[in-house]
């Protein structure tokens, strides 16, 4: 199975850089995404972020399922914006004649409308691929040394990369789940409509969610069992170093922002 | 035979010392455990026994001090290990003296190297990096796992994995290892070499040893002493020997005994005594042969054992069953596999390859191999979960590529490992009515089927319960209820009896059974081969997704040699027949505890009459 976040093997420059450059630059290509108003702004960022993925060679389909998980909200996110901003029409609305009450004359299309609906998308297109970016290049227990360094506290650290790992096995579970509901003869998840489909979500969650509370227990059980949590200073087998690489990397990604947020603030 | 109480086991001092210890979790009303007393030298090897739910798990916990330090709860009297209060230190401290290994090995391997997996411990307690490496490398070599440090934990096999959360322990350096049920989803052969890790570490390293466990076999081959725990209290404790010939008391607790004393005891009740009460193989070799030798002098000193006709028409029985079994292929088949080959995407994992066979109806077919052999990929293809890479799977004449999963659970249902990952709904009758109801049957049916399956379950008492709550027996019995609302004729089992202890073993084997008298098809896949041996008509064994044979027990299990590449071997009774010397005449294709016992007994009466 290749799930989304999972560390993915390999010897790309990306894969290199040290997990505190690589934190840095998910944390200001984050920002200068929330902070965006400019759709060129969210263009580039999403364009660089495309190349960023191609250097550190992960699979495209990766990008591509993650994509299409998140499609639904985008595509719904892209109709409310364009028929909900005020604006200058550009198209009336054709389902609603005026003359119905209260909602009747609403909906129609502005040109403001459409050209936000547009920076929305693009903001949402290139803020899903950075987390998993730098998820998928850095094995997680670099991650959290790499938060630790970067003057988080152990415990803190283990549980935001914890909570990332989370996410293959939860996935892994929800899918051995759904299987045993097809076994059933139990199809909306597969053809149901989305009414449906948002209905029957109990009958996953509830057994995702005990089952991950079992496992949690034992989980706690295991890590307290081998010292998680004991006093003094924490050792690390593995050690990371900061390259002049990896400051000309952060180097260039606060220079990248910072002409980002300019050119969002200038015009 | 001696009974001479506790006088065989290690000396020294004290070492471990639980004081009256009574423990609640908390919220619970009743004790976990209750009056526990025990003093356990250094270097002993401990065997746990007792049904699930008895207080193992608690025990495990009770001697690292994760309870009650980490899990609260109530706690009277003290738990002392290595001149450690376990109530007055904390658990990381103790985590030098105490390693513990769980049975789930995803729920305790939380990193994504194995090299890092093992370090985990040590980089918690603050160890330089030199020695934390030092350390890794020893651990890694102990459990023979060197070369797999930059390998992550997903990927390695059932076995490797459990051997790594021995190393991950070890890398602490502990005095003392604990291992809660650590080897129960192993293959036998995945088992002893995790086994024979700990009796290595036991035996070189006088690390104490601490074994909750359902395998009395393996209890019998390598513990110094057995603690049996029934609802919460340490009822019994002595060496193998001294327990596994207490039957009432094992019968109590719900304990197996080793097959050969099983064996050992059916003779006992008929007043044929071995001159060594056997728990091994080789005991019961010596034993056996022993009493056939001494036949006419044991003759003339014992009574009457058996009325001699009644034994040879019992032993003639099971023979007479065991070649009429295996004739069900030639009636009309149920799944047909023609060169079935799946691969497993994006990595390309081959896990079948061009595997051909049929199921006739009313069999009742047992799928055994090592971890990883192919066995649940072979039942989700049937049920249409998988389609076949390449080949064809017919389910009644369905081709599975053809028909949707929905479809074929009308036809075949799969009750698969983990009950928590198939039940949903908010109460027993729900759940079962779940699957009837996505078929869009009518009320009255629905209604007709929910209280077949709750009565065929014995599940009254459970309807309006919330299933994820109940207990691991009755959480699988309601899965298979759920299923069986489908009305499947062709039912398969993927390793139902997971988890579970003695009776539950028997319990899901006789639901199984007596679908199968009712007419169904039965496939279950499973490590449990003395089960296999007592219900299956026909074995099919897989290696690497290959058949390696298909045959009835009785023939399969007669090749311990071929079994042993697909890490498999015949249940005890069966490897005892097999070591009995020819001479003696005893048949070597044996199933069952009771047709050698009834051999056994048939040869007795045969010399008799002939002396």
Known sequence: MDSPVEYYPGRSLFHRLDPRAKIIFLLLFTIVIFVTQHIHVAVAVLLTVIALWCIARLPLRTM???????????????????????????????????????????????????????????????????????????????????FVRLGLPYQLAYTITTALNLIPTLQAEARLITDAQKLRAFRTFEKGGPIAKLKAYPLLVTPLVIGAMRRGQLTAVAMESRGFGAKGKRTYIEDIAMKPRDWAFIALVALYCLAALLMNFLS | MGHVRFAQYRTGEPYIVMDDVSYRYPGAKCYALEGLNLTISKG???AILGEHGTGKSTFCQLLNGVIPNFQGGQMEGSVIVAGLNTQEVSVAELAQKVGIVLQDPEAQLFTTKVISEVAFGPENLCIEADEILERVRWALQVVRLTGFEERSPTSLSGGQKQRLAIAAAL??????????????QLDPVGTSEVLSVVRKLNQEYDVTIFMATHKSEEVAQFADRVLILHQGRL?????????????????RA???????SQLAIYLKERSLHLSEFPITTEQARRGIEQLLNSLPDMWRETRFFC??????????????????????????????????????QPYGVVALEDVSFEVGKGEFVAIIGQNGAGKTTLLKNIVGLLKPTRGRMLVEG??????????????????????????FSQTVEEEIAFGPRNLNLPD?????????????????????????????GDRVRVVIASVLAMEPHIILLDEPTMGQDYRGHHQIMGIAKRLHQEGHTIVIATHHVDLVAEYAQRVIVLRKGKILLDDTPAAVFSQPEVLLRTHVAPPQITQLAQALPAYLGLPRNVLTVVELGEAVIGKLVNSVHHN
């Open chain 2, 171 to 184: 890398a602490m350096r502990p005095e003392v290892l604990v291992l809660d049920e650590a080897t129960s």
């Open chain 2, 307 to 344: 009325r001699p006709n009644q034994a040879s028409d019992c032993s003639l029985d099971v023979l007479e069953c065991q070649t009429t079994l295996y004739q069900a292929k030639n009636l009309v088949s149920d799944i047909k596999v023609e060169n079935l080959t799946y691969i497993y």
């Open chain 1, 64 to 146: 591509g399922s993650h994509l299409k998980m998140w499609g639904g909200l985008i595509a719904f996110l892209f109709v409310v914006q364009v028929v909900l901003r005020p604006g200058e029409v550009i198209l009336i609305n054709p389902l609603i004649p005026p003359s119905v009450p209260l909602i009747g004359g609403k909906g129609n299309i502005t040109g403001e409308g459409v050209l936000f609906a547009f920076l929305i998308v693009a903001r949402l297109l290139a803020i899903i691929p950075i987390l998993p970016l730098v998820s998928m290049t850095t094995p997680i227990h670099l991650l959290t040394l790499g």
């Open chain 2, 398 to 423: 369905f081709d599975t590529r053809q028909t949707t999963v929905a479809e074929l659970s009308r036809r075949v249902g799969l009750i698969l490992q983990n009950p928590d990952q198939q039940l």
């Open chain 2, 235 to 251: 009822i019994a404790q002595g060496t193998p020997q001294e327990v596994f010939e207490r039957e009432g008391l094992l019968r």
């Open chain 2, 254 to 260: 719900g304990i197996r005994p080793p097959q050969v």
């Open chain 2, 44 to 46: 002993e090897f401990v």
């Open chain 2, 444 to 472: 009255p049916e629905v209604v007709r089927r929910v209280e077949e399956a709750i009565a065929m379950l014995g599940l009254e008492r459970f309807r309006q319960e919330f299933p994820l709550a109940l207990a691991i």
